[in-house]
């Protein structure tokens, strides 16, 4: 009888395959496919962070962090930027008179950790949106830049592995994670930059795009930069309440949240990067400007 099992090795590599397929389609097509995307990977993840810290002993809301989500994605998906700061704070009163009516104890580890919850699972991933629609007169839309992202954040992984595992041998952060390495950060953040700078020169030679060499680099770094922050974070979460994986949902991946805390933390920070740095540089001239009159 022929066996058609798979090796741990094959089974994460055709479940990275099958998830990165269904991502890449998403960020291409963009509008409802991200959005549904991005919605799917909010409720699953938000529900393995709570169990992470009830784990801790810890309840945050999980209703709350959810309607917050919600309320959330349909403000980014209609580019009502001026509407996060209301949601934000009328949800966060929810997660307080959430603790007040149910009166679960801790009180306050309940309420910070659902005020937590809904910036770190659910605002953080949304920039996902803002960055894939950015446009300007040179750049009609931020896919190149969030295709760069993703490849700077994937060849980190590769090369932290990798670099690690054959020259590791100072640790990185030893108490949160011990397995990483210095040496592998090191082969982290070459990868990323020239994985970054292979998107950025396909971009800018095949695609017919002009692109500034300097610019892969800089994704390449704060990608790899923040992605090893990222997971380092979500490691100390786990770390701190005594549990290995964020979940089981992805074969040889663990959890959702195991897979993206990388991106995490990116997202955000290279959606603030290219808005200010190359979609919009106007205010680099104007602080110029300004400076060069004090003189």
Not at 26 to 54: D, P, T
Not at 168 to 177: D, Q
Not at 200 to 208: A, E, N, P, T, V
Not at 249 to 269: A, E, M, W
Request: proline content about 3%; charged content about 15%; overall charge positive.
């Amino acid at each position: 009888m022929l066996d058609f099992s798979l090796n741990s090795n094959a089974v994460k590599m055709l479940t990275g395959l099958v998830l990165g397929t269904i991502v890449m389609y998403s960020i291409i097509y963009g509008s409802w496919a991200l959005l549904c995307l991005l919605i799917f990977l909010l409720i699953v993840g938000s529900r393995e962070y709570v169990k992470i810290l009830n784990h801790k002993g810890f309840y945050p809301s999980l209703k709350v962090i959810y309607f917050t989500e919600i309320i959330l994605a349909t403000v980014v998906f209609l580019k009502r930027f001026d509407l996060v700061g209301i949601t934000l704070t009328v949800c966060a009163m929810c997660s307080f008179m959430w603790v007040l009516f149910v009166g679960r104890q801790p009180y306050i580890a309940n309420v910070a950790t659902t005020l937590f919850g809904m910036v770190y699972c659910g605002w953080f991933p949304l920039h996902l949106i803002f960055l894939r629609d950015l446009s300007c007169d040179k750049y009609d839309s931020g896919f190149g830049f969030v295709v760069m992202m993703f490849t700077a954040i994937l060849m980190t992984d590769v090369g932290c592995y990798y670099v690690g595992k054959k020259w590791g041998k100072h640790k990185l952060a030893p108490v949160v994670s011990p397995n990483k390495t210095i040496e592998g950060s090191v082969g982290g953040v070459i990868a990323a930059i020239i994985g970054a700078c292979l998107v950025g020169l396909y971009i800018d030679k095949l695609l017919f795009i002009p692109i500034k060499w300097y610019i892969p680099i800089c994704i390449g770094l704060i990608s790899t930069t923040f992605a090893q922050i990222g997971d380092l974070c979500e490691s100390l979460l786990k770390r701190d309440a005594g549990v290995k994986d964020s979940g089981t949902s992805l074969p040889g991946h663990g959890g959702f949240l195991d897979r993206t805390d990388s991106f995490i933390l990116t997202i955000p920070v290279m959606y603030y990067f290219c808005k200010c740095f190359i979609f919009h540089t106007e205010w680099i001239a104007t602080f110029t400007n300004y400076v060069k009159g004090l003189f």
